[in-house]
């Protein structure tokens, strides 16, 4: 495979890997939002949690290893995994949540509120950290594999421009088109192509990667097509048959 393309494809994999990570971070923040209000609160942690978080990831990236290639590809297979739960893992605790009240079953108001944030913080976290190991891996990997420093040099770029596409995104495009559940596993489905892609550039072509992609492709896929339902099953724990 010529150097020169398999570089830039790389580079390509940074950018929709940081473009679907703001994407995450939003739409997780837009439900605890919608289920907690304090919008500025919520954003200034939140955002402030992830940049931290990224920061661990860069430490943790950064660490030597022999297996650079496939540690890169397993933070994609992973986002996708995290952006497939982390969604419906938030609104499926607020439907028990409001279930339980409609029940009657009064639960403590503080517990609630930690219940949410302790899983949204955690959540955020470990995209943050996800996302903060793919930059040190694949500067690593250009070294390992001599690619050109002028792509080496632009892969910071091509992240900050990633997140850029991602943040005008999700408020322009993908939540008005789509819904905050398509919107998350679409971002789910790229970072499935992406591990698939990286496996194939980084000449990774193993039947676990292969059969990995295929099943997270067919969770993601169905759960794209049943969105509608899982929201109509919310719906109803959250409000009854009203």
Not at 7 to 36: G, K
Not at 126 to 147: C, D, E, I, K, Y
Not at 172 to 198: C, W
């Amino acid at each position: 495979m010529p150097t020169r393309f398999r570089a830039r494809s790389l580079v390509l994999v940074v950018l929709l890997t940081a473009a679907t990570a703001m994407v995450y971070q939003f739409s997780v923040v837009s439900a605890l939002i919608f289920i907690m209000g304090d919008s500025i609160l919520l954003f200034s942690v939140f955002t402030g949690v992830f940049l931290l978080s990224m920061g661990v990831g860069s430490v943790l990236g950064a660490r030597p290893t022999a297996a650079m290639d496939i540690s890169f590809i397993r933070v994609q297979f992973s986002l996708a995994a995290l952006g497939l739960v982390a969604l419906p893992l938030v609104f499926c605790l607020f439907a028990a949540s409001e279930y339980a009240r409609r029940r009657g079953i009064i639960l403590p108001q503080p517990a609630v509120v930690f219940t949410f944030w302790a899983n949204g913080l955690l959540i955020d976290f470990l995209f943050g950290v996800l996302t903060g190991m793919q930059l040190p891996l694949l500067a690593g990997l250009f070294r390992t594999l001599r690619l050109q420093d002028r792509s080496l040099a632009s892969l910071l770029g091509f992240d900050y421009l990633g997140s850029f596409v991602g943040a005008l995104a999700f408020p322009l495009l993908l939540f008005p088109s789509l819904g905050l559940f398509r919107t998350v596993f679409l971002a789910s489905l790229i970072n499935t192509t992406t591990a698939l892609l990286s496996s194939a550039l980084l000449e990774q072509r193993r039947s676990r990667s292969v059969w990995t992609a295929a099943v997270l492709a067919a969770l993601v896929l169905v759960a794209f097509l049943t969105s509608h339902t899982l929201e109509h099953a919310i719906d109803y724990f959250v409000y009854g048959d009203r």
